[in-house]
């Protein structure tokens, strides 16, 4: 009886593998010539610092080709901004403190370098009274009922 006692403290004395052991090559390996269910996953970008996902259109939208490239805002547009906030006597902080906006947004669009973004271009055509966009740049913005 003694020596049944000791096999049984013996065999229930196993050591589990660590997560490190268990993970490693070898101990999954090992756990599938037993037969023993495995499930493995690979964490994608495990450990490193990516944060930004760069899709293959991305990456063509930002080497700009000739068949595929970001729209700018036209320098009409911007001389017309440029004209209407100096005869106020604005600066662009100014402008910019208006529409809520960054400086550096109407600098953007003042050098046509801005990418059209219909809600920034309502908010300026709002501030100076004049159109930004279609046939009609630099004519006032006619004010009247709103259709509901």
Same mark, same amino acid.
């Given at each position: 009886? /003694? *020596? @049944?006692?000791w096999?049984?403290?013996?065999c229930?004395? =196993? #050591?589990?593998p $660590? /997560?490190?052991?268990?993970? @490693? =090559?070898?101990a %999954?390996?090992? /756990?599938? #010539? #037993?037969?023993?269910?495995v *499930?493995t @996953?690979?964490k994608?970008?495990a ?14 939208l930002? #080497? !700009?080709? !000739? *068949?595929l490239?970001?729209d700018?805002?036209?320098? *009409?547009?911007?001389?017309?901004v440029q004209?209407d906030?100096?005869s106020?006597g &604005? $600066?662009? =902080? ?10 550096q947004?109407i600098a953007?669009?003042e050098?046509g +370098?801005? %990418?059209?973004i219909?809600?920034? &271009?309502?908010? %300026? !055509? +709002?501030? %100076?009274?004049l159109? &930004? ?6 004519k006032?913005?006619?004010?009247g009922?709103?259709?509901?």
């Amino acid at each position: 009886m /003694a *020596e @049944s006692d000791w096999d049984a403290r013996r065999c229930c004395a =196993k #050591r589990v593998p $660590t /997560a490190a052991q268990a993970t @490693s =090559k070898q101990a %999954i390996l090992a /756990a599938q #010539r #037993r037969g023993e269910d495995v *499930e493995t @996953s690979k964490k994608w970008a495990a450990g490193q610092n990516k944060q930004h996902w760069i899709t293959k259109n991305t990456a063509k939208l930002d #080497r !700009e080709t !000739e *068949e595929l490239h970001h729209d700018r805002v036209t320098l *009409e547009v911007g001389k017309v901004v440029q004209q209407d906030r100096q005869s106020k006597g &604005l $600066t662009q =902080k100014g402008q910019a403190t208006k529409i809520n906006e960054k400086p550096q947004v109407i600098a953007d669009y003042e050098g046509g +370098r801005a %990418i059209p973004i219909n809600q920034v &271009l309502g908010k %300026i !055509e +709002r501030a %100076i009274g004049l159109k &930004l966009w279609g046939k009609a740049i630099g004519k006032p913005i006619a004010k009247g009922p709103r259709a509901k």
